[in-house]
């Protein structure tokens, strides 16, 4: 055998974290043991969108999808034991970026690590927030400016930190082709580093050191040969754009630096061990080329369709990276798809796609404008309904999805209990304990001074970082940061997309969709009312809506009136407009966890309204055991991501309609 010189892997990650610090630190620690060399945070929904663990919105999400971190003693217990100076570390969080990288500043400094050695990543991309994520909490003015001080201040205190990772990964989630997901993330990109130049705070020397520290984090899905082109080709654009925009002329500066994480939502409830070969083939996606290769990865979990990985789900794919770089020869070669013209045909295409969707958002102001006035949502929304249409339809095959449906009795998932990790419905109020007892022992002086000063900074014109860092050591928590910040920014509720999508389902006679058109119309007509009303509601801090929005756009095209408001809702507030509006049936999708807690909530809300004839329905990531308890509470039906017909849903909804106001059934298919 030939002994060739290998390259050094990428950055192997585990995107992780849950219930508690202390309990997330014991995770990192057991998963770095196992040869994991880089952390990848993922923080609960509260500390994402700038919530204490006591505030109403956070009932039911504190720990669920990530650790709870409210103040500096939840930081310090996090990294106990793990030397920052020595670890690279990839922060999930966008809106309160700079709090949190704050406190990981100020964590490091009590370990006695010199911060210009601190090495990661922070988000920090809230443009995605708009559009996909949801954890987006101020206006797109604001946000930019907290992006574009919290870069300057990197560049210039810890130069080897990535201040800002553009998101290309949830773009595709939220039904981005290829061309859609770079050039907006290329977008945001541009109007990123336009604002940091205009801010004045970066010497026009330093161009170079601000380009070299922005990265991007983006989605590989299950058709690797096009999502590999699509990487050659964003760094082609990239090395474009830099140097003809920007002037950078240094190659290294310019170059096009990415972590990865393969598609979690393309992952299946059905049959879910094939996930795993879809993992593996994603994966290779963004490491076969070597110029186009990925400087990080972070796999996800085989189960995660079906709940939170356990430990073991985790270590297997770690154990995917670890035999791809460690066993075969790939990084023993150059760039091995070099000189083929099936590949320079297909990057040249996105490259020339793209280069005419960045201009047509140029001329419409910029990202920032496209996000306020709804084009990139509503193109979002419109393409994930075409490649809903195309699975419903079977015309793109998921198999055991909706081919090769027949299965044998699957011993991964023979005890459901036990296939996921749960978290424990207790660890909500010991958080909160945890909390007041913080509170209760800080120097509430100094606390509240650093809050005025971080308000006085926010209405003028310096840059936030140091009355951050302020807050940080004066025990200043997570939310009172955030609300802060509120008081002199407001908040921002995105555009939907939901009203402005265009119809993605023929409903020609004889098709699913006329046929539950027809189911619609006799219902009303039998109800006396002009159209069913139907509310959508998002309960919680779950901001992932794909789902959501995909069943109101169906649904309006069926014949419903849809209520939809977003996401980010209060069971009362639901509850409030589902009287106000007069609707039928009230549909609430809950990605996070949090369903235990909130859809009770809302059952019980109008049930004292006096209104428990309207049927409620739920749908989301739940597991099996909890979707019996939700019926038993007196919910009508419970949809997970195995439901994939969403005409099906629609017409099923109008079944629960009829049930519940006493209608015969209608004997037409649907």
């Given at each position: 055998?030939?002994?060739?010189?290998?390259?050094?892997?990428?950055?192997?990650?585990?995107?992780?974290?849950?219930?508690?610090?202390?309990?997330?630190?014991?995770?990192?620690?057991?998963?770095?043991?196992?040869?994991?060399?880089?952390?990848?945070?993922?923080?609960?929904?509260?500390t994402q969108t700038g919530y204490d663990p006591d505030h109403i919105l956070a009932r039911g999400e504190v720990g669920r999808v990530g650790?709870?971190?409210?103040?500096?003693?939840?930081?310090?217990?996090?990294?106990?034991?793990?030397?920052?100076?020595?670890?690279?570390?990839?922060?999930?969080?966008?809106?309160?970026?700079?709090?949190?990288?704050?406190?990981?500043?100020?964590?490091?400094?009590?370990?006695?690590?010199?911060?210009?050695?601190?090495?990661?990543?922070?988000?920090?991309?809230?443009?995605?927030?708009?559009?996909?994520?949801?954890?987006?909490?101020?206006?797109?003015?604001?946000?930019?400016?907290?992006?574009?001080?919290?870069?300057?201040?990197?560049?210039?205190?810890?130069?080897?930190?990535?201040?800002?990772?553009?998101?290309?990964?949830?773009?595709?989630?939220?039904?981005?082709?290829?061309?859609?997901?770079?050039?907006?993330?290329?977008?945001?990109?541009?109007?990123?580093?336009?604002?940091?130049?205009?801010?004045?705070?970066?010497?026009?020397?330093?161009?170079?050191?601000?380009?070299?520290?922005?990265?991007?984090?983006?989605?590989?899905?299950?058709?690797?040969?096009?999502?590999?082109?699509?990487?050659?080709?964003?760094?082609?654009?990239?090395?474009?754009?830099?140097?003809?925009?920007?002037?950078?002329?240094?190659?290294?500066?310019?170059?096009?630096?990415?972590?990865?994480?393969?598609?979690?939502?393309?992952?299946?409830?059905?049959?879910?061990?094939?996930?795993?070969?879809?993992?593996?083939?994603?994966?290779?996606?963004?490491?076969?080329?070597?110029?186009?290769?990925?400087?990080?990865?972070?796999?996800?979990?085989?189960?995660?369709?079906?709940?939170?990985?356990?430990?073991?789900?985790?270590?297997?794919?770690?154990?995917?990276?670890?035999?791809?770089?460690?066993?075969?020869?790939?990084?023993?070669?150059?760039?091995?798809?070099?000189?083929?013209?099936?590949?320079?045909?297909?990057v040249d295409a996105l490259v020339t796609e793209c280069l005419a969707e960045i201009d047509r958002i140029q001329e419409m102001g910029g990202?920032?404008?496209?996000?306020?006035?709804?084009?990139?949502?509503?193109?979002?929304?419109?393409?994930?309904?075409?490649?809903?249409?195309?699975?419903?339809?079977?015309?793109?095959?998921?198999?055991?999805?909706?081919?090769?449906?027949?299965?044998?009795?699957?011993?991964?998932?023979?005890?459901?209990?036990?296939?996921?990790?749960?978290?424990?419905?207790?660890?909500?109020?010991?958080?909160?304990?945890?909390?007041?007892?913080?509170?209760?022992?800080?120097?509430?002086?100094?606390?509240?001074?650093?809050?005025?000063?971080?308000?006085?900074?926010?209405?003028?014109?310096?840059?936030?970082?140091?009355?951050?860092?302020?807050?940080?050591?004066?025990?200043?928590?997570?939310?009172?940061?955030?609300?802060?910040?509120?008081?002199?920014?407001?908040?921002?509720?995105?555009?939907?997309?939901?009203?402005?999508?265009?119809?993605?389902?023929?409903?020609?006679?004889?098709?699913?969709?006329?046929?539950?058109?027809?189911?619609?119309?006799?219902?009303?007509?039998?109800?006396?009312?002009?159209?069913?009303?139907?509310?959508?509601?998002?309960?919680?801090?779950?901001?992932?809506?794909?789902?959501?929005?995909?069943?109101?756009?169906?649904?309006?095209?069926?014949?419903?009136?849809?209520?939809?408001?977003?996401?980010?809702?209060?069971?009362?507030?639901i509850v409030n407009a589902a009287l106000a509006e007069d609707v039928h049936c009230v549909g609430l999708s809950i990605l996070s966890g949090?369903?235990?807690?909130?859809?009770?909530?809302?059952?019980?809300?109008?049930?004292?309204?006096?209104?428990?004839?309207?049927?409620?329905?739920?749908?989301?990531?739940?597991?099996?055991?909890?979707?019996?308890?939700?019926?038993?509470?007196?919910?009508?039906?419970?949809?997970?991501?195995?439901?994939?017909?969403?005409?099906?849903?629609?017409?099923?909804?109008?079944?629960?309609?009829?049930?519940?106001?006493?209608?015969?059934?209608?004997?037409?298919?649907?």
């Amino acid at each position: 055998m030939t002994e060739r010189k290998k390259d050094r892997p990428w950055l192997m990650r585990t995107y992780a974290g849950h219930s508690t610090a202390e309990a997330s630190n014991e995770l990192y620690r057991r998963n770095l043991a196992k040869g994991q060399t880089g952390l990848s945070v993922a923080f609960d929904l509260p500390t994402q969108t700038g919530y204490d663990p006591d505030h109403i919105l956070a009932r039911g999400e504190v720990g669920r999808v990530g650790v709870p971190v409210s103040h500096l003693g939840d930081m310090r217990r996090l990294f106990q034991d793990i030397p920052l100076e020595q670890t690279n570390t990839s922060m999930t969080i966008n809106a309160t970026a700079m709090w949190l990288l704050a406190l990981y500043q100020v964590v490091a400094e009590k370990q006695g690590a010199d911060i210009t050695k601190l090495q990661g990543t922070t988000q920090n991309d809230i443009v995605k927030e708009y559009l996909s994520r949801g954890t987006h909490v101020f206006p797109p003015g604001p946000s930019l400016r907290l992006t574009t001080d919290m870069i300057t201040y990197t560049v210039n205190h810890i130069p080897k930190w990535n201040p800002i990772n553009i998101c290309s990964y949830h773009l595709q989630e939220a039904g981005a082709t290829p061309v859609q997901e770079i050039s907006y993330a290329m977008s945001t990109a541009i109007a990123v580093l336009d604002a940091v130049f205009a801010s004045g705070q970066v010497a026009q020397e330093r161009k170079g050191e601000v380009v070299a520290r922005i990265s991007f984090f983006v989605n590989a899905g299950v058709r690797f040969i096009e999502e590999m082109c699509k990487m050659r080709a964003f760094g082609r654009i990239w090395d474009t754009i830099t140097r003809e925009r920007y002037g950078i002329e240094d190659p290294k500066h310019r170059r096009f630096r990415y972590g990865v994480q393969v598609n979690s939502l393309g992952l299946t409830e059905a049959q879910p061990e094939n996930n795993v070969q879809r993992i593996v083939l994603e994966m290779l996606a963004v490491t076969l080329s070597k110029n186009a290769r990925a400087r990080a990865v972070q796999l996800p979990a085989w189960n995660e369709a079906l709940g939170l990985p356990r430990p073991w789900d985790q270590q297997w794919s770690l154990r995917i990276q670890q035999v791809l770089a460690h066993e075969s020869d790939l990084l023993e070669y150059e760039d091995i798809f070099e000189g083929s013209h099936v590949i320079e045909a297909k990057v040249d295409a996105l490259v020339t796609e793209c280069l005419a969707e960045i201009d047509r958002i140029q001329e419409m102001g910029g990202a920032m404008a496209a996000v306020e006035s709804g084009y990139l949502k509503s193109q979002l929304v419109s393409s994930h309904a075409e490649r809903r249409a195309r699975i419903e339809s079977g015309e793109e095959k998921i198999v055991g999805v909706n081919c090769y449906e027949s299965t044998e009795p699957n011993p991964l998932t023979a005890d459901l209990d036990t296939a996921i990790m749960t978290v424990d419905p207790a660890n909500e109020a010991r958080v909160v304990a945890k909390l007041h007892e913080w509170r209760d022992n800080r120097d509430e002086t100094r606390a509240q001074e650093a809050l005025a000063e971080l308000k006085a900074a926010a209405a003028g014109e310096a840059n936030l970082f140091p009355a951050t860092l302020e807050c940080a050591r004066a025990g200043v928590t997570t939310g009172e940061w955030a609300w802060a910040l509120r008081d002199v920014f407001g908040e921002y509720r995105a555009p939907t997309g939901v009203s402005s999508a265009p119809v993605a389902v023929a409903a020609e006679e004889g098709t699913p969709l006329a046929a539950v058109r027809r189911k619609v119309a006799r219902t009303a007509e039998e109800l006396g009312a002009g159209r069913l009303r139907l509310l959508v509601g998002k309960p919680g801090l779950d901001g992932h809506s794909n789902g959501a929005e995909q069943i109101a756009v169906r649904a309006r095209d069926a014949g419903f009136e849809v209520v939809y408001q977003g996401i980010r809702l209060t069971p009362e507030q639901i509850v409030n407009a589902a009287l106000a509006e007069d609707v039928h049936c009230v549909g609430l999708s809950i990605l996070s966890g949090s369903h235990a807690e909130l859809v009770p909530d809302v059952l019980a809300r109008l049930r004292e309204a006096g209104a428990s004839d309207i049927p409620v329905i739920v749908g989301g990531i739940i597991p099996s055991a909890d979707a019996a308890e939700l019926k038993r509470a007196g919910v009508a039906a419970v949809f997970t991501p195995k439901d994939f017909g969403i005409t099906e849903i629609i017409g099923r909804i109008v079944d629960e309609i009829r049930k519940a106001n006493k209608l015969d059934p209608l004997e037409v298919p649907a």
